[in-house]
C-alpha cells in the first residue's frame, strides 16, 4: 500500500466517523429546541447513518481532490460539515442553532488570522455588515428570514468577506427561486410558503468556498479574501 493510498483510506474513514457525529449533533440541537417527541427526517436508521457518513465523506474528498491537504482545504471540509449540520436542523425545524453560528465565526476567525495579513479584516467586517443588513430588513417586517438567518448571513459575510458573501447570496437566490419553482408545480407550496432559509445560504457559501478554490489555481477572478491565504 503506498503512501497516498492510505492517506485516501484515513480520510475516508475519518469522514465517515465525522458524518456519524454530525448525524448525532443533529439530533441533539433539535431535541433542544421543540418540546415534543417529532420523527427525525434525516436519522433513526441505519441506511440514514450511512448516508451522513458518506456525504461527509464524498465532501471532504472531493475538497481533498480539488485543492489538495492544505489549510484553507481543511477550513473548507469543517465549515462543509456545519452547513450539512446546519442545513439538517433548520429543515427539520426552520431555527438556525446559534452554536452552528458561533462555530462557523470561530472557524472563519481561526483561518482568518494564520492565513490573512491582519490589514484584510476589514474586508471580512464589511461582509458580516453586509450579510446582516441585507437580512435584517426582512426579518424587522416578517418576510421570508428569521433572526437565525440575519445572523448566519452575516457569519457567512464574515467568512467570504464583502465580495464573497454577495456571490454566495446571488447563488443563494438562484437555488432558492429554481425551488420556490419546483415546489408551485407540484403543488407542495406556493409563493407564500415558509422556507426554512438555512441550506440554501448554506448551498451559496459552499459553492463560493468550492469556485474560490478552484479559481486559486487559475487566477481568473476572486470571490472572498478568506480561503485564499
Known sequence: ???????????????????????KSTIYLIQRRV????????????RKTML???????????LILINGLQSNTLECMLLFSVCII?????????????????????????FLVTGQPIGNIEVN???????FIIFFLP??????????????????????????????????TFFLIIYTVYIIITGQGNLK???ALGPFMASGFVAVLVINMINSHYLLFDLGLLING
Do not use: H
Request: some cysteine.
Open 1 to 23: 500500500m503506498n503512501q497516498m493510498t492510505f492517506f485516501n483510506i484515513v480520510v475516508l474513514a475519518v469522514g465517515a466517523i465525522i458524518g456519524v457525529c454530525m448525524e
Open 52 to 62: 451522513w457518513a458518506a456525504v461527509n465523506t464524498i465532501g471532504w474528498f472531493l
Open 193 to 195: 410558503s415558509k422556507i
Open 139 to 172: 426579518a424587522m417586517i416578517g418576510k421570508g428570514a428569521g433572526w437565525g438567518d440575519v445572523k448566519y448571513a452575516a457569519a457567512v459575510g464574515f467568512c467570504l468577506g464583502l465580495y464573497g458573501v454577495l456571490t454566495a447570496i446571488l447563488i443563494m
Open 86 to 110: 446546519l442545513s439538517a436542523v433548520d429543515i427539520s425545524i426552520k431555527k438556525i442553532p446559534n452554536e452552528l453560528i458561533l462555530i462557523t465565526l470561530i472557524i472563519g476567525a481561526a
Open 35 to 46: 418540546n415534543t417527541l417529532m420523527p427525525y427526517r434525516f436519522s433513526g436508521s441505519i
Open 125 to 131: 467586517l464589511f461582509g458580516l455588515a453586509l450579510g
